[in-house]
Structures are given as structure tokens and as C-alpha cells.
């Protein structure tokens, strides 16, 4: 049995956007508030995190969470890593290093902006983390197999994951058809839609709805929204039956 939690489903700014008077924004259903994209997975006994936005503390938090046995990267930018630090308390708890798997460029990123992790004699209240560079072959945390998958944001080659029949996908504007072989029988696909309009990127909704037509999973998640996609409840009404708008802590159970 798999279990998946969408920890935050919103884009760098978050829902609501500081200073926005929208109808998002002020909205009080719960499902418009978004934090910054990321997501828990917990496969075989092994709990994998995919990102670590600025709020990540806020998320573990509500969700609990105080074992992560691997971090997945799926690129640099600050919505999607900045929150790093934020594992520290895991970190002590666990008593050992963080496994942080990412493209060897996020990787020096990573040395860079939490460069005293890395120090030959860290204080005593730095993490500790191990960097484990990912191509695009398939590779094991402990017994759960993983299968990059390769996701264009913009020029930008970023990474998606695919574990067991469940793959996440974010910030992609383009997925070659190359791609598609590791995205064959998928019972859930979590993907980008930003909004309605089309964005240099992102996926607009119209497009991650094509991509969801051309993978086929038995049902698609929608993540990395946006205030200008509309309230939840409005959205929610106009998409397909086998396709759902995120929101965070959202629960996804897949059976194998």
C-alpha cells in the first residue's frame, strides 16, 4: 500500500498572494489556501519527501510527520527547496544524515545555500546532509525503486518521480513523448496545472488536462495552483471524473 499527501498544492507565491483582494485570496474554504508545492509519500515502510518549499515547517507540522528517510528534489528553485533547513528536527531525531537525491546542479545549489552543513566542523546546531546526484536512471531507497522522470520547466531540465504506479510531476511546460514508456499504468498521476491561461512554464489547465488524456492514470491530481484558477468549488465542477483538483493535506491511498 502506497500513501501520498499533498503537503502544499499552491505556486511560489502561495494562496492567498500577499495584498491580493481577489475572491481566492479572501475566500474562507479551506481548499483555496495553498501553501508551496510538495509532497509526502509513504511506500514498503519507507517515507520519501518531494521538496522542501519555504513551508515546509508549517506542513510537517500538520501533518505530523517526524520520520523522512529521503528528500527528492525535483529542482532549485526556491518554492521547491529554500525549506530545507526545516528537516533539522527530523534530523536530530534520526540521528544520522539526510538522503537528499537531486540532479547534480540542484545538488551544488544545495552546498551553496546550506553551505554550513558542510563545514569540516559544522556548529552543533547545523543538519548533516548526503547528496546523492540522480541521472535519469532508476535508483533505490532502500527497497523502493524510483524512476526519474525528465520534465522541461521552461529550458530549465527539472526532474518528476515516479514510485510504484504513482508519479508526480510539477512545474513542467513540456513532457517528451520519451517520457512516456515510465508513465505507462499509473493509478495516480499528481501534475502542474497553474491557471487558465497558457504561461511560458507551467502547464495551463488545458494543457495538464491533454497530458493526463495522453498518460491515461485511473485518476490525476491537480498541484501548483494558482489564485487565478478560480475558486475550488467552481473548478472542481468542470473537470472530468477522473481527474480532482488538489488541495493541501489532501490523502491519497493507492491498494498495491
Do not use: W
Not at 12 to 34: A, F, I, L, W, Y
Not at 46 to 66: K, N, Y
Not at 220 to 231: C, F, I, K, N, R
Amino acid at each position: 500500500m502506497m500513501k501520498i499527501t499533498l503537503l502544499g498544492t499552491g505556486t511560489s507565491q502561495g494562496v492567498p498572494v500577499v495584498g491580493c483582494q481577489c475572491e481566492v485570496c479572501k475566500s474562507n474554504d479551506p481548499r483555496d489556501n495553498r501553501l508551496r508545492t510538495s509532497a509526502f509519500v509513504e511506500a514498503d515502510g519507507v517515507s520519501l519527501l518531494i521538496d522542501t518549499g519555504p513551508d515546509l515547517r508549517q506542513q510537517l507540522l500538520r501533518e505530523q510527520i517526524s520520520h523522512i528517510d529521503a528528500v527528492l528534489v525535483t529542482h532549485e528553485h526556491k518554492d521547491h527547496l529554500a525549506g530545507l533547513d526545516d528537516i533539522r528536527p527530523v534530523f536530530f531525531m534520526q540521528k544520522h544524515p539526510m538522503d537528499i537525491y537531486a540532479m547534480q546542479r540542484v545538488l551544488s545549489v544545495v552546498r551553496k545555500d546550506f553551505d554550513y552543513a558542510f563545514k569540516e566542523h559544522p556548529y552543533p546546531g547545523a543538519p548533516s546532509f548526503q547528496l546523492h546526484p540522480v541521472r535519469y536512471d532508476r535508483f533505490f531507497v532502500k527497497n523502493v525503486e524510483i524512476q526519474p522522470i525528465q520534465v522541461r520547466h521552461l529550458t530549465l531540465p527539472i526532474l518528476g518521480f515516479r514510485i510504484g504506479t504513482f508519479a508526480y510531476i510539477t512545474d513542467a511546460s513540456f513532457v517528451a513523448d520519451s517520457e512516456l514508456a515510465h508513465l505507462q499504468n499509473l493509478d495516480v498521476l499528481v501534475v502542474n496545472a497553474l491557471h487558465h491561461e497558457k504561461h511560458y512554464s507551467h502547464f495551463n489547465l488545458e494543457q495538464a488536462l491533454h497530458f493526463v488524456d495522453v498518460v491515461k492514470p485511473k485518476h490525476a491530481y491537480l498541484t501548483h495552483v494558482s489564485h487565478h484558477m478560480g475558486l475550488y468549488a467552481d473548478v472542481e465542477k468542470t473537470l472530468p471524473p477522473h481527474v480532482t483538483l488538489g488541495y493541501d493535506g489532501l490523502k491519497i491511498t493507492i491498494d498495491r
